[in-house]
Structure formats: structure tokens, C-alpha cells
């Protein structure tokens, strides 16, 4: 077994090379799960004691609790079952937390590729969970047929309400992508597949909040008292944490502009598949575990605040991944990472992370070095 040091140095041949791979999510994997190797992700990182809560939030008028459950990916039975299992644990886990959660939202990526028959069910699976459900896609769900099976089955994003004096709002981050299918006189399918790699070339920067939702954003809060809380429900995070894997959300300067007098605002969002945790001014952004699979943490861009999660046992396809619970009691709220093991974060580096160093030497995007930012 290589130590840590030198799972994280980089191949110079592959850095020659320009290392131009597109990593799919199903590739990944494999590979992160054959090597079981000790990531890095760089320096940023930070290791804690164990502990499986952390204060996100305060100022909420009275006590609330709420789940998190995200990236599902399923794919149709017929093909396999293996994130069928994982989806229906979660949510009989939140079902059965009973009256102890106030409602559930699905943060997006239920489907795999976009299949109605994957979204069909998930919403079956879904059932089982009776409380009161919100949903915001992801960008799994929408490209096969631009959100059509999605907004007809689970309703329109972005949208809003009040709870125990918290504005929630979810915003749609994923199906604002410029159009880059067209041109390439692309079939649904093949659109959809570009959208279902990590590091995908084609799709550019499709991530983002978009001119009409922002408006829509600044008009939501327009009536919402500048000390009170607000959550902001997301696929992707509302921050740049690494563009080459679209974990980010190309507009967030402006969202963050809108968000930016609130005195108590959170970000909470899937689509990483990891835990992530940062801070800007007044503003907290947590990134949710998934339910199917871990990603590696990204090689930069790491918050420095965030704990990075334990390294996932490649033999146990339940290790690594997870729910998320909030709960705001008066001026103090926590979130419980619920992921399927006692350990959820590193107690040294030797321990964290979920993957490969060696397959992240990926070379950043003609678009993202287009892009303005
Ligand atoms: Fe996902
Ligand atoms: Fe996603």
C-alpha cells in the first residue's frame, strides 16, 4: 500500500498529456472503489475529533426539523437495483423519524439518465415517506427531456414558503444550461449523456440560477425582514467550490449578491456527494451526502472549513453515503450528517476521502476558461 504522500503526487506523464478525460460517473466509481486509495484534495483540508453535528444556523423563532435526502441516481429496475436499496433505506429512515421532522426535500439527481421510468420510480419510492415533500431537480432528471417528466411529476422550481420564521426557498440550478445540443444537432439521449460526466467537455458551464430566477429570487425576499432566516435550497452549491466538476453554480455572485443583507442565510445543496462545508459573510453553504455514491473531494477549491469525511470502505456499498437531518432549536440549529456508518468525518489524513488522486489531474474546460469569472 502507497502512503498518502505519494497517492497524492501527480503523474507527469499524465500531466504531459493534458490528461484530457472525461471521467464518467459510473468510471469514477469503479475506480475510486478498485484503488480504496487515501485521497488528498489538498492542504485545505481540516481533521476533527469525531463528532457527527455542527452548528449551521441560529435565530430561528422556534424549533424545527426538517431531512435532507439527494442523488438518488436510479436507474430502471430492469437494468439494476443497486441504488434502489439505498434510495428505500433512506427513506424509510426519514418516515421513520414520525413527527420528529417537519418535512423532507429531495434535492435532485432521483434519476440516472434522465429516464421516465427511473422517475416513476422514484416517486414510488418515494411513498413511503408520508410528511409533507418539497423538490428541486437535478441535472439528472432534466436533460433527456428538458425537465418535461420532472416538473410534471414533482411540480415547477423555483418556489418558496415560510415555516416557524424560516423563508425556505429551492431554486432550479440545473436546467438554465445554455445550449450547446442544437449546433450539434444532438439527440436527447446524447445531451443527456454529456450531462452525466463528472467533467463533462461538452455541456459547458451548465450550472446556474439564471437572469429570470434571479429576479424571482430578489422578488421572494423582498418582503422578508433582513434579521430573520433564510434557507436556500439547491442542487448545485451557490458558490464556486471546483467548476471543472460543475461543483458550483456559474452565476453565484449574483444569487449571493440577493442574498447578501440577509443576516442569517443557508445555502444547503446536493449534487456533491460529500460533505462541504463553507462560510462568506453572513452566509453558510453545506454540501449533502448522497444516497447512491461518494465523490472524491476535488483536487482545489476545498473549503477550509470543511471536515472531510471518512475514507469509504470499497466492500460496503452502504459506507460513504446517506441523509442529512436539520434541526433549528431557538437560536441554535445542527446538522446531522446520516451516513450509514458510527465515523462520519477523518481523524487524520490518512483516513479521509473516497478516492484516487490520480484520476484527478483533469484539465480545466474550454468553457470554464471562456467564462467571465
Ligand atoms: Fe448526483
Ligand atoms: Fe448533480
Not at 456499498?317 to 437531518?325: A, K, L, N, Q, R
Request: with cysteine; charged share 25%.
Amino acid at each position: 500500500m502507497k502512503n498518502t504522500r505519494e497517492h497524492r503526487s501527480r503523474e507527469p506523464e499524465a500531466q504531459e498529456k493534458g490528461s484530457d478525460v472525461s471521467i464518467t460517473r459510473r468510471t469514477f466509481l469503479h475506480k475510486s472503489l478498485v484503488t480504496g486509495a487515501a485521497v488528498a484534495g489538498g492542504s485545505a483540508l481540516n481533521f476533527f475529533e469525531t463528532f457527527t453535528t455542527m452548528s449551521v444556523a441560529h435565530a430561528a423563532t422556534e424549533s424545527l426539523s426538517f431531512a435532507w435526502v439527494s442523488d438518488t441516481h436510479l436507474y430502471p429496475k430492469t437494468l439494476n437495483t443497486r441504488f434502489v436499496e439505498k434510495a428505500t433505506r433512506a427513506f424509510s429512515e426519514v418516515q421513520a423519524m414520525g413527527p420528529k421532522i417537519d418535512f423532507m426535500i429531495f434535492g435532485g439527481d432521483l434519476a440516472q439518465l434522465g429516464d421516465p421510468v427511473e422517475i416513476q420510480l422514484g416517486a414510488e419510492l418515494l411513498k413511503e415517506v408520508k410528511i409533507k415533500k418539497y423538490f428541486i431537480p437535478g441535472e439528472h432528471d432534466w436533460y433527456l427531456d428538458m425537465g418535461e417528466m420532472w416538473n410534471k411529476t414533482f411540480g415547477p422550481t423555483p418556489w418558496k414558503f415560510d415555516h416557524k420564521g424560516v423563508r425556505f426557498i429551492g431554486l432550479d440550478t440545473v436546467g438554465n444550461a445554455p445550449d450547446y445540443w442544437s449546433a450539434k444537432k444532438m439527440s436527447a439521449k446524447e445531451r443527456m449523456g454529456h450531462m452525466s460526466a463528472l467533467d463533462g467537455q461538452v455541456a459547458g458551464p451548465w450550472s446556474g440560477v439564471g437572469h429570470k430566477q434571479l429576479q424571482w429570487l430578489q422578488t421572494a425576499l423582498s418582503d422578508w425582514d433582513k434579521s430573520k432566516p433564510v434557507i436556500v435550497f439547491t442542487h448545485t452549491p451557490l458558490y464556486e467550490c471546483y467548476a471543472p466538476w460543475n461543483f458550483w453554480t456559474r452565476d453565484w455572485r449574483e444569487a449571493q449578491e440577493i442574498l447578501k443583507p440577509f443576516k442569517n442565510v443557508t445555502n444547503i445543496h446536493g449534487h456533491v456527494h460529500q460533505p462541504l462545508y463553507h462560510e462568506t459573510g453572513n452566509m453558510r453553504f453545506i454540501g449533502q451526502l448522497a444516497t447512491s455514491w461518494p465523490w472524491p473531494y476535488a483536487p482545489e477549491g476545498v473549503p477550509p472549513l470543511t471536515k472531510a469525511m471518512v475514507r469509504v470502505d470499497p466492500g460496503d456499498p452502504f459506507d460513504g453515503v446517506g441523509w442529512g437531518h436539520v434541526t433549528f432549536a431557538k437560536d441554535r440549529a445542527e446538522y446531522e450528517y446520516k451516513m450509514w456508518r458510527k465515523q462520519v468525518y477523518a481523524v487524520a489524513e490518512a483516513d479521509a476521502g473516497t478516492g484516487d488522486n490520480r484520476n484527478q489531474i483533469l484539465t480545466p474546460r474550454i468553457a470554464d476558461r471562456a467564462w467571465p469569472y
